[in-house]
């Protein structure tokens, strides 16, 4: 099925690209960034100016996404009316109801094509464009990403990744439309980390909320039924007791292991 | 079914919490981290230490995480034989090959039961626990994340949610062992964005790679089934011509919604 090479390490090392350096960081500051971002439950009445949320949401897009394809969307409830209906989307939880501002993360698997296309539209004019560059994204991604209506596609795939895989490493998924969901969900979660870290260096705070009706959210933001609701994360400064004690992880020796 | 008040906003603002200080942070030292973080395709031979690779780890585990259940692993791998496996597992592509290490990021759904039994010790042997934190691991977690054997609960789920949701906001997911690996996998991408971004701040670099064999993957690192490949992030230092191109992102006015 996948007959073009997708990767070729000569071809990259040998490109003429010019190098982007990598700028010297400070680590410190960054991990006083990453130590001090809690979730957030209950908010001051301090406002967060504007410009700070427009450098979040900007540096939320700035994560990496699964072949660029961006498949994600970022919705900013402003209106006090919409605002309302979202905190009570969000079943009312302290972290909305107090929130300053709230921001949807939404994956938007049934975008990739139109994506692909603004890929290969932009990679068409750039000049100098690999020609492995525009194969992946005219061929490897319409195999890769193209379910069919209702996922027709989902058992000739799965019999021709498992014959295929037999042999040779083969990749397994996304074969259907809940595995479309699933990789647009890890891309938006990554943008969403970015943008709770953003907050947290812009000297705001936040909370990532899973536990809301995704129906009526999704009716808010006039979303269609594909669209997925990754998180809501609301914003603003952390209150007094605002902060559900000290930060709690089992042993990291549970997570992390050597092979 | 979920008659138990999860979120109560006065007991949280009476709380007698100590405050958790929002320390000063520095903005632009953490946009230098988050602006250099690229997907590296091709590394140098400059070896990554030990003790920077455990700092990053741990920097992953402090990403929120759903209900703090931390259905997350980090497989790190290190044996030459098995890194070469990866690789493999991996297409060969160079962002693999050409790694330092390679960390493979595991959502593990299976694995909620056991934490939120560890939530619960975890609770109990702490002095001054409120009763609702102890009602929520002992109850509401039981109910929204327990699907039972083959998903079997899955249509009295549905059918409840979409009764009660006609009336009052009711969340929707999970009602089924995909949306639990969905819901795991979110909590898995959070940890990685933080992993990448710390690896950037130590003055490495990073790629994240879902073009994978996943089943390759689970059966090298002893995984059941039931786990999920979230995505393996390579590490190591940029080498000339490593960053194939300019960041990439189409106009954010396709992405931010505001209303």
């Known amino acids: ?9 000569k071809e990259a090392q040998s490109s003429a690209r010019k190098m982007e350096e990598a700028p010297a960081v400070d680590a410190q500051a960054f991990y006083d960034v990453l130590e001090s971002r809690r979730s957030v439950r209950v908010y001051s009445k301090a406002p ?19 072949s660029n394809l961006q498949t994600w969307e970022l919705h900013w409830v402003r209106s006090p009316e919409k605002k309302q209906l979202l905190v009570d989307a969000c079943l009312g939880q302290p972290a909305a109801a107090t929130a300053q501002e709230l921001v949807v993360f939404v994956a938007r698997p049934d ?5 692909n296309g603004w890929m290969l539209d932009h990679l068409k004019a750039s000049p100098g464009t690999p020609g492995k560059a525009l194969q992946y994204f005219n061929k490897i991604t319409r195999i890769v990403y193209n379910q069919g209506p ?6 000739f795939k799965w019999v021709w990744f498992s014959i295929r895989g037999i042999k ?6 996304p074969i259907h439309a809940g595995q479309m969901q699933t990789w647009a969900h890890k891309t938006t979660a990554l943008a969403a980390q970015n943008f709770m870290l953003a907050v947290r260096a812009e000297g705001f705070d936040s909370c990532p909320m899973e536990g809301l009706d995704s129906q009526r959210v999704k ?12 998180m809501a994360v609301s914003v603003g400064q952390r209150a007094e007791g605002g902060v559900y004690g000290p930060r709690f992880r089992f042993d990291s020796a549970h997570f992390i292991h050597e092979h």
């Not at 099925?1 to 390490?9: A, E, H, L, R, T």
């Not at 209702?150 to 058992?155: D, E, I, K, M, T």
């Not at 009716?219 to 990754?230: S, V």
């Open 168 to 173: 040779k490493p083969t990749p397994r998924e």
């Open 219 to 230: 009716r808010l933001l006039g979303l269609p039924r594909a669209a997925g609701i990754t």
């Open 1 to 9: 099925m996948v007959k073009v090479k997708i990767f070729d390490s």
């Open 48 to 66: 967060v100016p504007e410009e700070t949320m427009r450098r979040c949401l900007e540096a939320a897009l700035k994560a990496p996404t699964s």
């Open 150 to 155: 209702w996922s027709v596609y989902r058992p």
């Open 111 to 115: 975008l990739w094509k139109r994506n």
